[in-house]
Structures are given as structure tokens and as C-alpha cells.
């Protein structure tokens, strides 16, 4: 029996988060609030950001796609590469490597009628985005993997500490919570466009917490954040239930397609997929 697809109004808890109407005044000031949090902690949280119903919905679809996700198993720097430099002390950080794994589900391996590709086509969350943001204009990836995605975590899973690429910003959605484990770690400001800041980021990869912070991540949240300036990571997951979350990639002009390198790197393809 079909379901309902979900308007975008059914999908984001907008008497929370009322980012509809560019005209609102509370949609004004919590755009100010978040983008305060955004530049002066790095990252800005919005707690039951979608509805119950639309991370039920949500769940219920990646539980029918999760065989058809891609298995990654990397050994790589926190600049994701795989190779270290032959140049650099083996201290440095373009030396030292982490062990990372998790399962990708792509975009177009997940159904078309997902509350999470609902949310991220919407015209009125791509403005508020870009408000939050402070971008002129952002629009939605034509790459057929990376614009909606799931990353899984199963018993043992983890993502390194790393860097994003360099997109000015990175968006995720909490969809489940491990049973333990799973916490999102970020050290803000572990380096600037104009300055590396090598010496900092050794110290965190070599167990500095001092300026280490937990960001919460209750299902249903959605989190802004500076991946590209601040080392960040997934510690290991524990126990029997996964940790689910979405990843959203929005670009700053149309039509962009990904890196088919990067693409084969993460999903283990370059391309499309084949139909199941």
C-alpha cells in the first residue's frame, strides 16, 4: 500500500523553527542567533529541527536501501588523504593516519519520495540555509551521489579526525543515536584559509582535548557547521543499534557534478548506479 508523500511543511517542525516566510520576524532573529553560534562557535545546533513523522518515514526508507550502501574502509590523513609526504617529519600531520569506517547510502540509491530529499529540495530551507550562512546564493548538487546522503554506523564504525573539502560549511541531520558512542567531537578553528596552523592541528591529533567540544546530536537535529576550518570526528559506535545521519550537500552555483574520484573513494562508484 502507497504512503503519503510528505509536503515540506510536514517535514520541518516549523512551530519550532519557523523558516517559511522570509517576512517573519522570529525567522529574522533566529536566523541571527544561528549565525552568531555559526561564527563564533563554529557550529550552530537545531534541535527537532523535522518532524516525528518525517524521521520515522525517513528511518523506515534507509532501513530498505541499507544493503545497497556502499561498505568504506579507509586508512588516511586528516586531509583524507591516503598517502603520506615523503618530505615532512613523520610527526607532522600529513604523516599521521587514522583508521575510518562506516557505510555510505547514496543519493540516488535512496527513494525519490524521502522526507530528507523533500527538505532539501525546498526552496524555503535552501534561503534559510542561505541566510545562516551568509552565502549569496547556494543550489542543490546535480551530482547523482552526493546532494542527499546517509552515513551508517554499525558496532565498531567511526569516522577519523579529518577536515572537510572546501566548502565553507557542512550540514548534517542526526536520523538515530548509537546505543553508546557515536559522539560528534569538533575543535574549532584548527586552521584558516590563509593559515594551515600545522602545529595546532598535531596537537589534537595526538590526544590535545583542551579545546574539544561534544556538540549534541539528538535524532531529528540539524547541525551547521565549519568543517573545512575545524577538525572534527565520529568516536566508535557500541551496541546493536546504528547510528544514522544525513548528510546535505548544497553548492554555490548550479549544476555542479562531484569529483569522480572523490565520489569512488566514498560510495565506491564514480557515477550512478545501476537500477536493483
Known amino acids: 500500500m502507497s504512503r503519503a508523500v510528505l509536503r515540506p511543511e510536514e517535514v520541518v517542525n516549523l512551530e519550532a523553527w519557523p523558516i517559511a516566510d522570509p517576512a517573519d520576524p522570529r525567522r529574522a532573529a533566529l536566523v541571527g542567533r544561528l549565525r552568531h553560534d555559526l561564527d563564533t562557535l563554529q557550529y550552530c545546533v537545531l534541535p527537532d529541527f523535522i518532524t516525528r513523522e518525517a524521521l520515522e518515514q525517513t528511518i523506515a526508507d534507509v532501513r530498505t536501501v541499507f544493503e545497497r550502501g556502499y561498505r568504506?574502509?579507509?586508512?588516511?590523513?586528516?586531509?583524507?588523504?591516503?598517502?603520506?609526504?615523503?618530505?615532512?617529519?613523520?610527526?607532522?600531520p600529513a604523516n599521521i593516519f587514522f583508521d575510518a569506517s562506516y557505510r555510505m547510502i547514496a543519493n540516488d540509491v535512496l527513494p525519490e519520495e524521502i522526507p530528507i530529499k523533500t527538505l532539501?529540495?525546498?526552496?524555503?530551507?535552501?534561503?534559510?540555509?542561505?541566510?545562516?550562512?551568509?552565502?549569496?546564493?547556494?543550489?542543490?548538487?546535480?551530482?547523482?551521489?552526493?546532494?542527499?546522503?546517509?552515513?551508517?554506523?554499525?558496532?565498531?564504525?567511526?569516522?577519523?579526525?579529518?577536515?572537510?573539502?572546501?566548502?565553507?560549511?557542512?550540514?548534517?541531520?542526526?536520523?538515530?543515536?548509537?546505543?553508546?558512542?557515536?559522539?560528534?567531537?569538533?575543535?574549532?578553528?584548527?586552521?584558516?584559509?590563509?593559515?594551515p596552523m600545522t602545529a595546532e592541528v598535531a596537537k589534537v591529533l595526538k590526544g590535545d582535548r583542551s579545546r574539544l567540544k561534544t556538540v549534541p546530536?539528538?535524532?531529528?537535529?540539524?547541525?551547521?557547521?565549519?568543517?573545512?576550518?575545524?577538525?572534527?570526528?565520529?568516536?566508535?559506535?557500541?551496541?546493536?543499534?546504528?547510528?544514522l545521519m544525513s548528510v546535505f550537500v548544497y553548492e554555490d552555483h548550479p549544476g555542479v557534478i562531484g569529483d569522480p574520484g572523490v565520489n569512488e573513494t566514498v560510495y565506491g562508484r564514480s557515477g550512478a548506479a545501476q537500477p536493483a
Open 120 to 195: 532539501y529540495h525546498w526552496p524555503a530551507m535552501i534561503r534559510f540555509v542561505e541566510d545562516v550562512v551568509s552565502a549569496p546564493r547556494l543550489f542543490p548538487s546535480d551530482d547523482p551521489l552526493q546532494p542527499v546522503n546517509v552515513v551508517c554506523y554499525e558496532a565498531g564504525d567511526c569516522s577519523a579526525w579529518h577536515f572537510d573539502s572546501t566548502s565553507p560549511f557542512t550540514m548534517t541531520l542526526m536520523l538515530q543515536a548509537a546505543e553508546s558512542g557515536g559522539e560528534f567531537e569538533i575543535v574549532p578553528n584548527t586552521r584558516s584559509q590563509d593559515d
Open 217 to 243: 546530536r539528538e535524532p531529528g537535529a540539524l547541525v551547521i557547521f565549519r568543517g573545512c576550518n575545524s577538525l572534527h570526528r565520529v568516536t566508535e559506535v557500541a551496541g546493536s543499534r546504528q547510528r
Open 72 to 92: 568504506n574502509r579507509s586508512h588516511r590523513t586528516c586531509y583524507l588523504y591516503k598517502k603520506g609526504d615523503p618530505s615532512k617529519p613523520a610527526d607532522d
